[in-house]
């Protein structure tokens, strides 16, 4: 392919998920991915990442894909970084990749996701530190997060209540509090240039996630992961004022759709001058695809 046209995309979605690799390997153990579809009512779904390319390019829209390393927290092995990278070279039209390396890998870990950026041509790094067991701001990703502020990259974190080991036993050990948006603050604090995504509506802590991205120049939100017309009314209210150029369209795919997600958002009260800055070119910025795309 020839590489993205972000004047010809409709819009970029920041937050699509890599559930399976070329093997038919699955990203999270097989009790979570049970108990998820549950909690998701629907089907467990794994699409390709040849399908999801095919899917964005359908809409002509992009996606941001990744995976989730959580090695050390659950003992389940990884998807390969390397294959998601090759195949968003493959289908460069479409995908936009961002690593997923477990803080737990330490500095070990930092030179993997220095290769990746510098060889592979990965664009950011995705965190969910509620699976993969870390306060963001406890330091044990510092080693990625200056490797990511060196290289101009963005961290994208989940944030708020997640789906996964909804359920079960103890939640399958998952801890809720450390995807508090409030830890990130910390985060932006001690890397002030780096540009932090904070993931979804963060239930419960919404106006924590509205309060750091106020006050923090480099912080974003995304909002996949919600049905907009769940979106709690302070959110609707600074998307459409303070944080109108911080705010990102995401979907969360392949448990919600694009298609669903833009259905709701057109019924949703946001000014007609803010929803384009949603859509896409918030995302062209906190992306830094305005830069890289004319390097």
């Not at 549950?38 to 996606?63: G, V």
């Amino acid at each position: 392919m020839t590489g993205l046209d972000v004047d010809a995309l409709a819009a970029i979605d920041v937050h699509a998920h890599v559930e399976v690799d070329g093997h038919g390997h699955l990203s999270l153990p097989d009790e979570f991915v049970e108990a998820s579809s549950k909690y998701f009512a629907a089907e467990h779904r794994a699409p390709t990442l040849a399908e999801t390319a095919a899917y964005y390019r359908e809409r002509r829209m992009a996606a941001v894909v990744f995976t989730v390393d959580t090695e050390s927290a659950t003992g389940h092995s990884a998807l390969s970084n390397e294959e998601i990278a090759d195949a968003a070279a493959e289908h460069s039209d479409a995908l936009i990749p961002f690593a997923s390396v477990d803080p737990a890998k330490g500095h070990a870990g930092a030179r993997t996701f220095r290769t990746l950026v510098e060889e592979r041509g990965m664009r950011g790094i995705k965190f969910h530190p509620s699976l993969q067991g870390f306060a963001p701001n406890d330091r044990s990703a510092y080693p990625l997060l200056e490797v990511a502020q060196e290289l101009g990259v963005p961290a994208l974190f989940h944030t708020g209540q997640t789906g996964i080991g909804a359920g079960m036993r103890g939640g399958g050990g998952i801890r809720l509090g450390l995807s508090n948006p409030m830890l990130l603050d910390d985060v932006a604090v001690d890397f002030p240039d780096l540009t932090i995504i904070m993931a979804h509506p963060s239930f419960p802590w919404q106006d924590e996630a509205l309060a750091v991205a106020t006050h923090k120049p480099k912080v974003y939100i995304d909002l996949s992961g919600w049905s907009p017309k769940y979106f709690p009314p302070q959110l609707v209210q600074y998307a459409n004022t303070l944080l109108q150029d911080k705010v990102l369209f995401g979907s969360d795919y392949p448990l919600l759709t694009p298609d669903r997600w833009l259905t709701d958002f057109a019924k949703l009260e946001i000014k007609d001058h803010v929803r384009p800055k949603i859509l896409k070119d918030n995302a062209v910025r906190a992306l830094g695809l305005d830069r890289k795309e004319k390097s």
